[in-house]
């Protein structure tokens, strides 16, 4: 803009009026059009409109944006041949659906599809809202006039047009473009994506035995026209309540009278009453999120086309926080920034909890129980210190590490935490396997981050600028400061004496941190801070239902998770968390003195 006004100025010193009006005009022009070129340069948008509500969607350049103009109505943006023919890629399209409140899955879809290579898509909005914002964001879109539940009368709709589908899920990624994979497949006419997690098949290639015969999820599926009758019956055979009995009624429909085909060497099979082929996609190609996570691809090396619907939970904050571990969400610049700055903290484990020792320590019943007790309920000690230590430091967004096992503590198949390798020495499970993340989300807004945040490469630069706190152990305090006045760092780093009152933590730090972008706790976050019993029913009742509750009755032997467990009977019953026993011995080891009243306590709950 500068060079613009200078050449503008050198104009003026001649007096020629009609030079001067034509000049001044260009410049104005040339200066407007590259500033809105940098601003379409900077956001990383193929359109300069604005969307409605909200930040600019994040999309890369390419996509096939609608003509400028203002948003002509929902008559005007309904699904049709021409709108089909347009996008379509050899009669195939990759399609999903969506309401207002998921918008931001529907960004992800489309950035993780397009990111693929594949521009050939659709996005079906089931209110104006939504359908406003995908036409100002530049999204392909139409509305759905939704009479039956949408999955089905998606499909019902593009066979009527006689379209080949994929459809998805919103929340589902996509890492590779689908398309040419089932146009190697032109035989089929309904394929299904699995839950299941075991691989039946040693490549990418269709499922078969076991996994084919075994329920079939809807979250990735792919019809040709020719299943228009499976779908208008199956349509039919849902349930007035909609969605509850989608599944159920598609299964029944698919295994009906199904046979394996041994004469064919693709893996499909006859279904639907012999009418059609079909077939189940790879569980490791189109796999579920527990299967991602368990690394089911890995084990044959397979470069998955999709990441599925990971179930963590209950609600967005807790898939969006998945999706965030497994580097499969494409979030906004705002997610890596934060205006207090961000805490994370080294989640360690003492070699007496991590050890084996000799099983019945605790007794027959107990020792199991104290096994993943101990290890877990310590590190929620650590989780809860971080977050109370934020806090009061002027209000932090805490990085939040996996939670460790031994790896003959990590789940099973069959009950248990999914996702985890129990034959590894070690293992984790994700932290929203123990923590309720709609609660934590409600109660710490903008508070918290996922433990990948700060090794991604958008956020790995943080760690340029952090303050380093090192809690001294107990053998080496003499050079370590008590936290009575403010530790000024020395060569970014200040070291605090353990055990310190949250007085003496905010004098040491609160202004000393300030101008880091990141502190970096060292050492045993668990012992940095001993809470008063005010202190501890205040920040009980903020941590209040922060633990996940998954059933229980089911079991006479249960592990009990308490964020104040080394505070017994301070701390109200709201704080804990009762789930299965996975009958494992970690052994007892050596506990300090305040862990073993602790034990005490624990060995009475566990008998009650």
């Not at 103009?69 to 005007?76: C, D």
């Not at 898939?319 to 207090?340: I, M, N, S």
């Not at 129980?369 to 967004?397: C, D, K, T």
């Not at 981050?449 to 943080?462: H, V, Y």
Request: charged share 20%; glycine share 8%; with cysteine.
């Amino acid at each position: 803009m500068a060079r613009y006004l200078h050449a503008a100025r050198k104009c003026l010193v001649s007096y020629r009026p009609v030079a001067i009006l034509t000049v001044t005009i260009v410049v104005m022009v040339l200066a407007i059009h590259n500033e809105d070129c940098f601003s379409v340069a900077q956001t990383g948008l193929g359109s300069s409109r604005a969307s409605l509500s909200g930040p600019r969607t994040m999309l890369p350049p390419g996509l096939p944006y609608p003509p400028s103009g203002q948003f002509k109505g929902i008559r005007a943006h309904l699904l049709s041949r021409d709108l089909v023919e347009l996008h379509a890629s050899s009669n195939h399209l990759v399609v999903t659906w969506s309401d207002w409140d998921n918008r931001d899955f529907v960004r992800n879809w489309v950035y993780h599809l397009h990111k693929a290579g594949c521009s050939a898509l659709l996005v079906g909005a089931t209110d104006t809202q939504l359908l406003e914002w995908l036409f100002e964001a530049g999204i392909p879109a139409f509305l759905i006039e939704q009479k039956s539940p949408a999955r089905v009368s998606l499909l019902r709709a593009f066979s009527e047009l006689g379209t080949n589908v994929i459809l998805s899920d919103v929340d589902a990624v996509w890492l590779r473009d689908p398309i040419p994979f089932m146009q190697m497949y032109p035989d089929a006419d309904i394929l299904a994506s699995s839950d299941a997690m075991e691989h039946g098949s040693p490549s990418e290639k269709l499922e078969s035995s076991t996994n084919l015969e075994g329920p079939a999820s809807l979250a990735v599926l792919f019809m040709r026209p020719s299943a228009r009758k499976f779908i208008m019956e199956w349509e039919s055979a849902i349930p007035s309540d909609g969605r509850s009995g989608e599944r159920a009624a598609f299964n029944d429909l698919f295994h009906r009278e199904l046979v394996q085909l041994t004469r064919r060497n693709d893996n499909l099979a006859s279904v639907f009453r012999g009418t059609l082929l079909g077939g189940i996609l790879s569980t490791s190609a189109f796999c579920s999120g527990q299967a991602y996570r368990a690394g089911l691809q890995q084990r044959i090396h397979v470069r998955p086309f999709v990441v599925h619907t990971p179930h963590p939970g209950p609600g967005e904050a807790a898939e969006k926080f998945v999706l965030r571990e497994l580097g499969l969400w494409r979030d906004l610049p705002e997610h890596w920034t934060h205006p207090a700055g961000f805490l994370t903290y080294d989640n360690k484990l003492p070699a007496t909890l991590w050890e084996s020792a000799p099983r019945g320590a605790l007794g027959e019943l107990a020792a199991p129980l104290h096994a993943e007790s101990m290890v877990v309920n310590h590190q929620l000690i650590q989780y809860r210190n971080a977050f109370i230590a934020a806090r009061v430091l002027g209000g932090h967004s805490v990085v939040q590490p996996p939670v460790w096992l031994r790896g003959d503590l990590a789940a099973r198949p069959k009950g248990g935490l999914a996702g985890t390798v129990a034959s590894a020495p070690s293992a984790h499970i994700p932290v929203d396997a123990i923590i309720d993340l709609e609660a934590l989300d409600k109660d710490a807004p903008n508070g918290y981050r996922e433990s990948s945040f700060l090794r991604n490469p958008q956020g790995s630069g943080l760690l340029g600028d952090r303050l380093q706190v090192f809690i001294c152990p107990d053998m080496v305090m003499a050079e370590c400061e008590t936290g009575d006045a403010v530790v000024w760092p020395l060569f970014g780093e200040v070291r605090l004496k353990p055990r310190r009152t949250l007085q003496q933590l905010r004098t040491a730090l609160f202004e000393a941190s300030k101008g880091y972008q990141v502190i970096e706790f060292k050492g045993n976050i668990a012992d940095a801070m001993i809470l008063s019993k005010e202190e501890v029913q205040r920040y009980s009742r903020w941590m209040a239902g922060w633990l996940s509750h998954p059933p229980s009755k089911l079991h006479q032997e249960e592990t009990r998770y308490d964020l104040f467990w080394d505070y017994p009977g301070a701390a109200p019953q709201s704080t804990r968390m009762q789930t299965m026993n996975r009958k494992v011995d970690l052994g007892s080891g050596t506990l300090s003195a305040p862990k073993q009243e602790a034990t005490q306590w624990w060995q009475g709950l566990t008998h009650s």
